[in-house]
């Protein structure tokens, strides 16, 4: 079982959508989650960091961290098709931790 | 701007040639780190560095070599030894730490062995 899992899509939704974008994981020492946005043929950015359980709003985008279940979610509100990327879950059970677990990346494309 | 600069973007090698792929970051980051992605496989640490004169292996360092002589620099050396080098490569840093302390990226290089 990977660590870390990621549907990985394709998801295309029509503009102005919701999206929902989610992965799961197995170790329970995991605190700390990110999510990375990658344009095609592009490095990631970082797009949201959260620490343990609860939401985290940043303008469109919501962080959602489930620790009980081992879930933790990402929300695109209002999506546009600049927004279209593969998105990527990554965590670590520790701050600064020097290897971070990835998901493999869902791809998203808006739909004008 | 501040930033991490990777080159070349695009690197075509022959079999059983080594190639270095240059990382350079003006962020005054200490830790600097070299991932391998490839699809459906998600990111793979190959190697990283916490400070100058130091580095440690990752899950994937079979085939690679690196050095961290500044700060500044963290080459890493695509050897003949690497079986299956073709991949994107992302160089990455982070500034401490401390919580809120994560890693950001480098725009990546492909290498493609012809």
């Known amino acids: 079982q990977k660590e870390v899992e990621q549907d990985p899509g394709p998801l295309s939704v029509p503009e102005g959508a919701i999206v929902s974008l989610n992965c799961t994981y197995s170790?329970?020492?995991?605190?700390?989650f990110m999510w990375y946005r990658q344009y095609s043929r592009k490095g990631p950015e970082l797009l949201m960091y959260?620490?343990?359980?609860g939401n985290k709003e940043d303008g469109r985008f919501t962080a959602q961290v489930d620790k009980s279940s081992k879930y933790i979610s990402l929300f695109i509100r209002d999506s546009q098709p600049s927004d279209s990327a593969t998105y990527l879950c990554?965590?670590?059970?520790?701050?600064?931790?020097?290897?971070?677990?990835f998901g493999t990346g869902t791809r998203l494309t808006v739909i004008p | 701007d501040g930033g991490i600069t990777q080159s070349p973007k695009y690197l075509f090698r022959k079999e059983g040639q080594n190639v270095t792929l240059s990382c350079e970051q003006n962020?005054?980051?200490?830790?600097m780190y070299w991932y391998r992605q490839d699809p459906g496989q998600g990111l793979r640490l190959i190697y990283y560095?916490?400070?100058?004169?130091?580095?440690q292996k990752g899950d994937i360092a079979e085939g690679y070599s690196v050095s961290r002589e500044k700060k500044e620099s963290f080459p890493l050396t695509v050897t003949s030894a690497q079986k299956n080098p073709t991949a994107f490569y992302l160089c990455?840093?982070?500034?401490?730490?401390?919580?809120?302390?994560?890693?950001?990226f480098g725009e990546g290089s492909w290498l493609t062995v012809v």
């Open positions: 990455a840093s982070r500034s401490g730490t401390g919580s809120g302390n994560t890693i950001y």
């Open positions: 170790n329970s020492a995991f605190q700390y």
């Open positions: 959260t620490y343990s359980s």
């Open positions: 990554a965590m670590s059970a520790r701050a600064g931790a020097n290897n971070l677990f």
């Open positions: 962020l005054n980051h200490d830790a």
């Open positions: 560095s916490q400070i100058v004169n130091d580095f």
